[in-house]
């Protein structure tokens, strides 16, 4: 069966400082993979899509980056963060039936 | 632009005291409406997937029905662990691949 592993779990960071959130998938091939912000009592934002190695599309202009260096691993990453950028960061594959099965999430806190 | 609107935001329910839960929907090209459950802290876990009105899918207390317009969750003698945030998002033709989500409905089941 399938499974999203997502990691860390929580993470505090100073302002300014870098972000790297991971992603894997195991037990499926070329999985659609999807990176989410989710704000307190709010619906998930989507910020990037890839449906391949090396294939990022952008939803949000914002201070982040994604990236997808191999089939089943997707970064999220920023330079420098921005107290705008703290949230609930969630992590998503689908595969043809276009389901999303989402990971455990990473609870991110910019002070 | 699509948008997805759950109401009620917030319900709280005595166990056994069945209600529903909206997610009404404008969209160009409806391909699928997807419920998610979503626990504190944790990301969402997939319930079901309408593809075209007139169809329901039903899981132990939970029902879902789709009309052109919206889509409810019956939540039929719900007990304390029922409680959750629920979230529908849809897929249109319009989307790629990426789901717009609703903001949810916090649902508390009172023992």
């Known amino acids: 069966s399938q499974t999203i592993h997502q990691w860390p779990a929580t993470l505090v960071q100073p302002v300014g400082s870098p972000l790297s959130l991971e992603c894997t998938v195991e037990g499926t091939s070329n999985p659609n993979l999807y990176w989410y912000r989710q704000a307190a009592g709010r619906g998930l934002q989507l910020l990037f899509y890839s449906v391949g190695i090396g294939q990022i599309s952008s939803e949000v202009p914002q201070n982040l980056s994604a990236s997808r260096p191999q089939d089943r691993q997707f970064i999220l990453s920023s330079k420098k963060l921005l107290l705008s950028d703290s949230g609930f960061y969630l992590c998503?594959?689908?595969?043809?039936?276009?389901?999303?099965?989402f990971g455990a999430g990473t609870r991110l806190s910019v002070l | 632009e699509d948008q997805v609107t759950q109401s009620p935001e917030a319900l709280r329910l005595q166990e056994g005291e069945s209600s529903s839960l909206n997610c009404s929907y404008t969209?160009?090209?409806?391909?699928?409406l997807f419920w998610y459950r979503q626990d504190p802290g944790k990301g969402p876990e997939f319930l079901f997937t309408?593809?075209?009105a007139g169809e329901e899918k039903e899981k132990e207390r939970l029902k879902a029905t789709l009309t052109k317009k919206e889509s409810f969750l019956h939540i039929t003698a719900p007990k304390p662990e029922d409680s959750a945030t629920y979230l529908c998002a849809v897929h249109t033709s319009g989307s790629a691949r990426q789901l717009t989500f609703g903001s949810g409905t916090q649902l508390t089941v009172l023992p």
């Open positions: 309408l593809y075209s």
């Open positions: 969209v160009s090209g409806l391909r699928g």
């Open positions: 998503a594959w689908s595969g043809l039936e276009n389901i999303q099965y």
